[in-house]
């Protein structure tokens, strides 16, 4: 078998990552396999062990690596779905929904990576397409959690119209709007009142922000349906909390499922539901 590639995503914000990621480094580099860091997280590492990975990127990995928390393995899914590469998160914080290992089983886990005993599960994102009132568009192809309408700082409401497929399905007035995956409804549109969804259903759930009426609800429709959104006033749009694009009034916000998928490594030892039964034990 060829040496296979890791690219490692650490959070380094994260008080035990450093710790875990001198292991998992220590413990491929002796297996033969290269470890791939951006020049900018390797630049983090102790003396001992930089030697031991290379600078680059996912364009030459076999795998990617995340060490941190639920952000961090977002960040994953992004080169996940941009590169075709299966996901493997380590947690090194709080109990999340995507990291599939704790610290102490990491290396167990990496070794029946190496010996391909592992399953992988795909997870299907959203697509953002803005269309200016000049005709100009803007595309950005996958987010795995969610697209966020929300307000400016300086406006108290927005006014949205919802088309679902060319026909008319709702006007919101509200402090903004949730478009939601499966994955994502643990997140964000859980907070707004959102449902929990089973991730392996293809859904977008629509969930608004404090909403001007009450008779305005969340809202769960098939993943094959095309939104779009014509905004009456100036807000801003936000990508798993990762890309905030500012979009003037009488812009047009098409929102679809991705044509891009996410792929991750899972052992089928901490489901998704066991997961969520700890989460919810532990907020009482």
């Known amino acids: 078998m060829n040496a296979l590639n890791f690219y490692v995503i650490p959070n380094f914000s994260r008080s035990n990552t450093l710790d875990v990621l001198g292991e998992v480094i220590r413990y491929l ?11 900018e997280k390797r630049s983090h590492l102790p003396s001992e062990i930089e030697p031991m990975t290379t600078a680059g ?72 397409r803005i269309l200016y009132e000049n005709r100009e568009a803007v595309e950005y ?40 995956t499966p994955t994502g409804s643990t997140a964000y549109s859980l907070s707004a009142g959102g449902p929990i969804i089973d991730p392996l259903i293809k859904t977008i759930s629509i969930v608004p922000i404090c909403p001007h009426s009450i008779s305005v609800r969340p809202t769960v429709i098939s993943a094959a349906h095309r939104l779009a959104i014509e905004s009456r006033r100036e807000m801003v749009v936000i990508l798993d909390g990762r890309t905030r694009v500012t979009v003037p009034a009488g812009t047009v916000i098409q929102v679809a499922r991705s044509k891009r998928i996410s792929t991750f490594i899972t052992f089928g030892e901490l489901e998704f539901f066991e997961i969520l039964s700890k989460k919810m034990m532990q907020r009482g």
């Open 29 to 39: 580099h002796g297996k033969g396999c290269g470890v791939l860091l951006s020049q």
């Open 57 to 128: 990127d996912c364009s030459e990995a076999d795998f990617i690596l995340c060490i941190g928390g639920d952000g961090t393995i977002i960040d994953g899914a992004h080169e996940s779905a941009a590169y075709g590469i299966p996901v493997l998160g380590v947690n090194s914080g709080h109990l999340g929904f995507l990291a599939q290992v704790e610290p102490e089983r990491a290396l167990s886990a990496l070794d029946r990576v190496l010996r391909e005993d592992y399953a992988v599960e795909e997870r299907f994102g959203l697509s953002l």
């Open 141 to 180: 192809p996958f987010a795995l959690n969610d697209i966020v309408l929300t307000k400016p700082t300086n406006t108290n409401i927005i006014d949205l119209h919802l088309l679902c497929d060319g026909k008319e399905m709702n006007h919101y007035m509200a402090d903004g709007l949730i478009f939601s």
